[in-house]
């Protein structure tokens, strides 16, 4: 019986696969059938190579292919084709579709406004995020289902290639569309109303926040020592500090302390904070409210968390700084400052900083 279950089933198998082959034999795009498989490494921007379930196909993709609802590929991108069999009996891809190519929410792209960027295409890279290495940095560019990419369908590791690039109302920089190599723009459909209108230089509106701050993406974290006047490190990410960056929550930015970090990406790519709020837990020390002594110095590496390790002419200092220091005066504190403290004592035998003012 179990041999006799085994030669059915191989039978079924075999009528199935006869039947595909002749479903698939059409010349016509009225007979295509549906396959579903995962993107393989060997794929080319001319030659898609799907991992089934039965096995690895190969379809050909060419210019009457629709890529609507699958702007790019990268290898383990999830897709479903419709394919059929063409003259030159290859099979040939009718529409592609990536599992991913409906999005959760409507984000509009500023495309009257378009920056062309340069660069290599690194590995974490996916079918809707292009991350690539800059001469100014690392870039994350998302893809979306009206992305151009006709002039570069499969982002492959290494590859060196272009993207005219706009802001999307989620705060993220958009892939527009994108070539392979470092040469002009294509004049394509996706850019005809902006190529007349000269792109913005990137450096003249990469600090600019977006208006939509209150949408702005967040992140939590414990501010790294590697941290300087010019860059706030959470964890390993950097974000770029600007002129306009609000500190008007945050007392300082030094190694250890607790801050929630509004963000946004730049044209220049790089994410730059829009806002820095303070979340440090507030001392249980009771302090004076009279100042014992005003201190001037500056501000040392050692400093961490809520203590400054304070360089006077005279030693270095231990003060705590507090929920109601007053640091209007001078704004947030960060290592390299120099600055003047006046100083109470704390029931818990600390300095602390009562108010801290510029020089």
Request: aromatic share 4%; glycine share 8%; net charge negative.
């Amino acid at each position: 019986m179990k041999m006799l279950r085994m030669l059915r089933k191989t039978a079924f198998a075999l009528l199935l696969s006869a039947t595909m082959i002749v479903a698939v034999t059409a010349t016509a795009k009225a007979d295509n059938i549906g396959v579903t498989g995962v993107v393989g490494d060997e794929s080319t921007a001319d030659m898609l190579h799907l991992i089934t379930d039965g096995g690895t196909m190969l379809i050909r993709i060419d210019q009457t292919t629709d890529m609507s609802g699958c702007p790019a590929m990268t290898p383990g991108t999830e897709l479903g084709a419709q394919v059929y069999r063409g003259a030159d009996e290859y099979m040939h891809a009718a529409k592609l579709t990536s599992a991913d190519a409906v999005r959760l929410a409507q984000v509009v792209v500023d495309t009257a406004n378009l920056s062309d960027v340069q660069g290599t295409i690194l590995g974490d890279t996916t079918s809707d995020m292009l991350h690539l290495s800059t001469s100014g940095g690392a870039m994350l560019l998302k893809i979306d289902p009206t992305s151009d990419m006709t002039y570069c369908r499969v982002l492959t590791p290494g590859k060196l290639v272009s993207a005219a690039v706009a802001y999307g109302s989620d705060a993220y920089m958009h892939a527009v569309v994108v070539w392979e190599g470092t040469g002009p723009r294509p004049a394509t459909a996706a850019t005809a109303v902006t190529t007349a209108a000269a792109a913005p230089a990137a450096t003249a509106v990469a600090n600019t926040v977006p208006s939509r701050n209150a949408d702005l993406p967040t992140v939590s974290g414990t501010v790294d020592k590697t941290s300087d006047l010019k860059t706030l490190t959470i964890g390993t990410v950097k974000y770029l500090i600007d002129p306009d960056t609000d500190f008007n929550s945050c007392k300082a930015y030094i190694e250890g302390r607790n801050v929630t970090v509004s963000y946004y990406t730049g044209l220049d790519g790089q994410l730059h904070a829009a806002k820095v709020t303070d979340t440090s837990p507030a001392s249980n020390a009771t302090v004076g409210t009279a100042a014992i002594a005003t201190v001037t110095g500056k501000i040392t590496d050692k400093s961490k968390d809520n203590v400054l390790y304070f360089e006077t002419p005279t030693g270095v200092m231990q003060i705590k700084l507090d929920a109601a220091t007053n640091t209007e005066k001078t704004g947030v504190l960060y290592v390299g400052k120099s600055v003047k403290i006046s100083v109470a004592s704390g029931s818990d035998d600390f300095l602390h900083a009562l108010t801290i003012v510029d020089r």
